[in-house]
């Protein structure tokens, strides 16, 4: 019982974990998208 316990516990500290990685990779996209549309005509010409 006190394996499952932990278990449990080790879960859901993967779940917070993944949380916060998906929380900071979204962070990450708006200040992406928000870069290259400040940037427009010189930002499309070098892709």
Do not use: P
């Amino acid at each position: 019982k006190r394996k499952v316990i932990e278990k449990v516990q080790h879960i859901q500290l993967l779940q917070n974990n993944v949380r916060s990685q998906l929380i900071d990779m979204k962070r990450l996209e708006v200040d992406i998208d928000i870069k290259i549309r400040s940037c427009k005509g010189s930002c499309s010409r070098a892709l």
